[in-house]
């Protein structure tokens, strides 16, 4: 079992900054992904940042040269940097995270996992 816990939401101005981080906890052998997505009511959930174990990064268009993600894999953590957040950056933000999990019995198995999401709410 897998749990994944983001936190760091909350209510900014426009050109303000938050940081979001996500744990992994667990059964985890290994994290091989972890990125940040975004939803609105108005929208399909989207990708806005993920990093490789290897450090590779992709990042959304509409984020690039604002927001920042680093990972810890010592805590199995991953932190997003949110700077000059303008009012479309409002969404409820959720960290997915792809790695191997530990199953007694059956060894080694491949996981997804989602957190709850946190809400990002940019507004004068």
């Known amino acids: 079992q897998v749990q994944i816990v983001e936190s760091g939401g909350g209510l900014v101005q426009p050109g303000g900054s938050l940081r979001l981080s996500c744990a992994a906890s667990?059964?985890?052998?290994?994290?091989?992904?972890m990125g940040w997505y975004r939803q609105t009511p108005m929208k399909q959930r989207e990708l806005v940042v993920h990093i490789t174990n290897s450090g590779s990064t992709n990042y959304a268009d509409s984020v690039k040269g604002r927001f920042t993600i680093s990972r810890d894999n010592a805590k199995n953590t991953v932190y997003l940097q949110m700077n000059s957040l303008k009012p479309e950056d409002t969404a409820v933000y959720y960290c997915n995270v792809k790695g191997g999990t530990v199953v007694p019995g059956r060894g080694v198995l491949d996981f997804g996992s989602w957190g709850q999401g946190t809400q990002v709410t940019v507004s004068s």
């Open positions: 667990g059964s985890i052998s290994s994290i091989h992904y």
